[in-house]
């Protein structure tokens, strides 16, 4: 995808960076592509994530990713969007609540607490993941 503000959760599928700096990119937003390089926004919450060495790898990824030499810069700050890890926590969460409301409706799962005088745990439901079934 072009390096661009919109197409910030598509290239972050194709970094090839894990564990921290993979965090740190997914809480950020891209805010803007200059001519070589780009500008980050990461939230105030998330700041404990950034150093130098995490900035230099998501620089280096992109570089990689694009054939050319970027730079990076990131920038803490207030963020109105959602982050690409905003997003999949959030639909995370809708998953979950969705997966309750289904068991809680379940005319099965009523009987069955009918019958046996039970009760559902909670904390045991969560969301079918594809190829589940």
Do not use: M
Not at 33 to 56: F, I, P, R, Y
Request: aromatic residues 4%; hydrophobic residues 35%.
């Amino acid at each position: 995808p072009a390096l661009h503000p919109d197409n910030w959760p598509q290239i972050l599928l194709l970094l090839n960076v894990g564990g921290v700096t993979r965090t740190l990119a997914t809480n950020c937003l891209l805010h803007a592509v200059g001519e070589d390089g780009c500008l980050l926004k990461l939230a105030e919450h998330h700041a404990s994530l950034w150093n130098a060495s995490h900035e230099d790898r998501i620089a280096n990824s992109l570089s990689e990713l694009y054939g050319k030499t970027l730079k990076v810069e990131i920038e803490v700050g207030d963020i109105e969007i959602e982050t690409p890890a905003d997003r999949a926590y959030r639909e995370r969460q809708e998953k979950q609540t969705k997966a309750v409301t289904e068991i809680e409706n379940d005319r099965r799962v009523q009987q069955l607490l009918e019958n046996f005088d039970g009760r559902i745990d909670f904390d045991s439901i969560s969301p079918l993941k594809t190829g589940d079934l």
